[in-house]
């Protein structure tokens, strides 16, 4: 599962058709070697976050297409996160997180926090669906 892996490179893909049930989708190649497709159909199924080894699958609703190819266009370097953890499902395009710091004073970090999955799955990799994580930055 790749957790915080860079994005080398990306290919877009915009269309009118009338065989796919969705008209644009993304994809990633991977600084570890893998890939992603990212799908954007109107309506996101309920099975939305796929991976193998090597491969992720994510479909995300059809209004978060501009968001994330605004994202890979204007932010270097950008980040691919995919992880299925404790029965929580995630899928993100991000910049770079400074996980260096350590866990913020305080109560730490929030629990809903992409950097507070990221940090967990690291440390408990057997929870993680599929085995440990493919990248190990920060």
Known sequence: MPLFDRI????????????????RSLRLALESGGTAFIGFPPVRPANWLTQSPGFT??????????????????????????????????????????????????????DQSLEALIVRARNEPDALVGGSPVAAAG
């Open 57 to 110: 699958t994510v479909y995300m609703p059809l209004e978060e297409y501009n968001d994330v190819y605004h994202v890979l266009q204007t932010e270097k370097p950008v980040f691919f996160t995919a992880l299925q953890f404790l029965g929580l499902d995630v899928a993100a395009v991000h910049t770079e997180l400074d996980l260096s710091l350590g866990e913020p004073t305080g109560e730490g970090y929030d």
């Open 8 to 23: 080398t490179t990306y290919s877009a893909y915009v269309s009118q058709n009338n065989y796919l049930s969705f008209s």
